[in-house]
C-alpha cells in the first residue's frame, strides 16, 4: 500500500520512518518531528532539540538515530519519545566525505558516503565496507533486512536502485521526476520514500515478502494505489 504524505508546515520531507503503526518524518528547517498514521494523516507534532534532516526507526532500542546538517557527520540517539540520549561521529569528512545515508540493522549502523557504504558500531567504530562501487557511481542510501539489501546509487544523472539477495543482484531504474529521499522498513518489507515536486512525498514498497521490484514506479501507478487506498 502506498502512502502519501504532507507536512502542514508546507515545507518537504528530508526523511520519513515507519515505526510501529505510526510514520515520523522530519524536514531538515524546523526543530520538530511530523507524526503520521499509517494512511498518512498527520496526527501530532512533537518539539525536537535539532532540526533534524535524517530520521531512523531502530527496532532493537526501539529508538531512532538522526542527523542534521549543521553537525556534520555525527549522528545523534534519541529515544522512543525523541529525546536526544547519545551520539556518535561516523567517518570524517576529510576521508569518506559527508554522510548521505544511515540506516540501522542489528545493533549495526549503515553509513552511506559518496562511493561506499561503510558499516560501524554503535560508537561509531568501524566495522567493515559493506558496498563499494566502481568508478563513477555514486551511493546514495542503503538498507539491510535479514540477507536482503538495497542500494540507491546514481550513475550519469540517472538514479538505479540495486537489489542484493543471497548472492543474487537485481536493478530498478528510478523514472526520472522521482527523487528517492530513503528506504525504511515496514513489517519486514522495504519500502523507499520517494519526492516528486516539493510537497508530496509517497511511500511504495520496494520489496515484499522477498519480491523485488514489488511496484510499479511510474507516477500513474503511484497514484492510482493511493487514490484507491481506502484510509484516504
Known sequence: MNVCLTLPSRTAVRSATFFGEEIAAVDGLNARIFLFDSCGTCIESVNSLRCYALLRYDPVSNGFVARCDTCGN?????????AEVGTASLGSLAYEGPL?????????LYATFED???????????????????AGVATRNYIRNGDESLTHIVRDGQQYIVHSSEGCGSGLVIPRGLTLR??????????GAFTSGYLYTYLVPLVVNGEFPASDLSMCSIIDDIAGNCCN
Not at 555525527?74 to 525523541?82: M, Q
Not at 548521505?100 to 549495526?108: E, K
Not at 530513503?182 to 519500502?191: E, P
Open 74 to 82: 555525527r549522528v545523534f540517539y534519541l529515544n522512543c519519545f525523541f
Open 116 to 134: 561506499r557504504v561503510i558499516a560501524y558500531a554503535r560508537d561509531g567504530s568501524p566495522l567493515c565496507t559493506v558496498v563499494r562501487p566502481r
Open 100 to 108: 548521505y545515508d544511515v540506516t540501522m540493522y542489528d545493533s549495526r
Open 182 to 191: 530513503n528506504f525504511t522498513l515496514r513489517d519486514g518489507d522495504i519500502y
